[in-house]
């Protein structure tokens, strides 16, 4: 190894270093996209921690957002589903409180699927 | 030595059969590779590099670059990828890595290893930026980096101790 | 010099390459449910024509084939019992035939004509009328009289029922029904890349400028997707399970796909995903699967004609046809799956 090869090894370590330190763990940049009564009303980025009340004809809907996914918190519908969908974490995971009228998609940087069959 | 009625047909020179037996070559690992599963997709040895690295020293920068876009071209046309975004990529990642090689060679006491290094960087930021232009207009597509880096560093330094092995350096 | 001219050629044609397509995505609530439709290559004119179109037909069908809602549905629903003949709306004329058509091929595991028995279970309405199951002796009625779509005879314009407890409830295939009008009326308009997706259950055509749609399965049993499949043409992918509405009484669920042989809900599969070109064939064939049960569900999706279909056993067991086997990515890490060969 001569010392060409040493100082291009060197910048090419610290470049990679570099990368990792500003890139990796990021939630690839995924978000929770909220529509209430078929309108987009907020984008939250899923790498923020936050709560979310949304206004429908029931009264509100809660949707958190924390650790690299999002989930519907609370809801004045009578049978819960939304609740139970649970965590959405991968692009395209959707979930949707029907009766108020809330809906939360995971969009996600190459958007892995087109649509959700369930 | 006696010129081949081909040769005279066809006025391949040297040259022309250095770069064919050379491209050649790296067509073959390219599509030997493009047969290995990968943990994350598009992350290969880029054992093919190694081959322009060789023509490089061998042969000089000018066959180096013919041997690394005929892979490309040749390669995509041999998997039926030819104009898929796949094939911009490669090409992005070979344009970049080639023209990295011409700056890098200048350097004094510089080896296959350090030029093996900066090319596989090269290559892989020639990647991104095509598929951040073209494809993925999206900062999320970064996250995809360190990992293409830290191969890229590592197979580069791979090839390129082998083609100093190979030239007698190592 | 012929590898300059060469090169240079095949750079110019590389350079007339557009960029990469991207999928547009819009959302509402009809039908019922959430529906989603995703574009691909449309001009915006002709984007908010089809979005309008899809509303506008959700909306009419949600409305006209209601079972018990002031409608042509809960017209006829009145007017066959009284067992006389009379002139049933023209435009429920297709839907009829066609749900006539699966049934029989269903063997009656798809059987439009329990409506009496849904409403029995409450699950004519949304959200269900809070209470316990019905009656067991309510349910020997029921099956008693034995109401079953056969007992309907379409002549022309005209109907009659032979049997006073028939009462039609297109719920087990109105989505696929429905997915597939609206699928029509987008192509009338000059769509050609397009899914159309109810609640979950979609029709896609065409592609993304020659990349396939990337469909993802949830999975039945739990949070994430289970599975990707690859479509292109004209593909539609159904899935029923009994997870979609249900109720729970004193520690027991109970869901909403009957099984007319016994009046209960059916048992024995989680759900039940089915690939077909046709939404409604589609639908009712996962409506039949379920009910047909672990068991036999291979012996009726011959019967129906559909090839490609995957079933989540209550075991939690994944059973496939080998025609859907190959096209299925797992996204989650599953057992082997059971490739079951239709007879």
Redesign the interface.
């Given at each position: 190894m001569s010392l060409a090869d040493g100082v291009i090894l060197v910048l090419g370590l610290a470049l990679t270093v570099a990368a990792w330190a500003a890139f990796a763990g990021r939630g690839a940049g995924q978000t929770a996209v909220v529509t209430a009564g078929g309108e987009v009303v907020a984008r939250l980025p899923l790498d923020r921690p936050a709560r979310l009340a949304v206004p429908g004809p029931l009264g509100e809907t809660v949707v958190e957002v924390r650790d690299g996914a999002v989930r519907f918190l609370s809801s004045p519908c009578t049978r819960q589903i939304c609740i139970h969908s649970g965590w959405l974490r991968e692009g395209g995971a959707f979930a949707a409180c029907l009766p108020n009228r809330v809906s939360v998609r995971v969009t996600a940087l190459d958007e892995r699927y087109d649509s959700i069959n369930f | 030595m006696t010129a081949s009625i081909s040769e005279s047909l066809v006025g391949a020179s040297a040259r022309?059969r250095q770069i064919a037996s050379l491209a050649a070559l790296a067509v073959v690992v390219h599509l030997a590779e493009s047969v290995l599963p990968s943990p994350i997709p598009g992350i290969k040895p880029g054992l093919a590099n190694a081959v322009v690295l060789y023509a490089l020293l061998r042969h000089g920068w000018e066959v180096a670059a013919?041997v690394g876009?005929l892979r490309v071209?040749v390669g995509s046309l041999l998997l039926g990828s030819f104009?898929s975004?796949g094939?911009?990529l490669s090409?992005g990642g070979a344009l970049a890595s080639l023209a990295m090689l011409a700056l890098?060679a200048r350097?004094?006491?510089?080896?296959a290893?350090?030029l093996g290094?900066?090319a596989a960087?090269a290559h892989t930021a020639g990647q991104f930026t095509v598929a951040y232009l073209?494809?993925?207009p999206?900062?999320?597509?970064?996250?995809l980096?360190?990992a293409f880096?830290?191969a890229a560093?590592v197979f580069?330094?791979a090839g390129g101790l082998v083609v100093n092995r190979l030239c007698g350096r190592g | 010099m012929i590898r300059w001219f060469l090169f240079a050629a095949l750079a110019l044609v590389g350079a007339c390459q557009a960029p990469a397509p991207s999928v547009t995505r819009h959302e509402f609530l009809a039908f019922g449910t959430l529906v989603s439709l995703s574009f691909h290559g449309l001009d915006e004119a002709l984007e908010a024509r089809a979005v309008r179109a899809a509303m506008d037909d959700f909306e009419y069908m949600h409305g006209a084939w209601h079972p018990w809602e002031p409608g042509p549905l809960a017209r006829v629903n009145g007017l066959l019992p009284l067992g006389g003949r009379f002139t049933y709306p023209p435009s429920l004329r297709p839907l009829l035939l066609r749900a006539q058509e699966l049934s029989r091929a269903s063997g009656g595991l798809f059987d439009p004509a329990i409506g009496g028995l849904v409403k029995l279970w409450g699950f004519h309405q949304e959200p269900r009328p809070p209470g316990p199951p019905p009656d067991p002796e309510a349910i020997a009625r029921w099956l008693a009289a034995r109401p079953s779509l056969d007992d309907v005879v379409i002549d022309g314009l005209e109907m009659v029922s032979t049997n006073p407890a028939v009462v039609l409830d297109f719920g087990g295939f109105a989505k696929g029904y429905g997915v597939d009008r609206v699928i029509e009326h987008l192509r009338e308009l000059g769509v050609r890349d397009a899914i159309v997706n109810a609640g979950g259950d979609l029709r896609a055509i065409g592609d993304k400028g020659g990349r396939p749609w990337q469909v993802g399965i949830r999975d039945p049993r739990g949070p994430g997707v289970l599975a990707r499949l690859a479509v292109s043409g004209d593909e539609s992918v159904f899935t029923s399970g009994d997870y979609e509405r249900f109720f729970e009484y004193q520690g027991r669920r109970y869901h909403h796909i009957l099984d007319p042989r016994t009046g209960y809900p059916a048992r024995g599969l989680t759900s039940v995903t089915v690939v077909t070109r046709e939404g409604a064939l589609a639908d009712a064939a996962a409506t039949a699967l379920m009910v047909a049960g672990p068991e036999e569900w291979p012996r009726v999706a011959r019967a129906m004609g559909v090839e490609q279909v995957m079933v989540v056993t209550e075991a939690g067991e994944i059973q496939v046809t080998p025609a859907l086997a190959g096209r299925l990515q797992w996204e989650k890490p599953v057992p082997e799956p059971r490739v079951r060969p239709l007879p």
């Open positions: - | 022309d013919w876009l071209l104009l975004p094939f911009f090409l890098v350097l004094p006491g510089v080896t290893l350090g290094v900066a960087l073209w494809f993925i999206h900062p999320g597509l970064f996250a980096l360190p880096l830290t560093l580069g330094a | -």
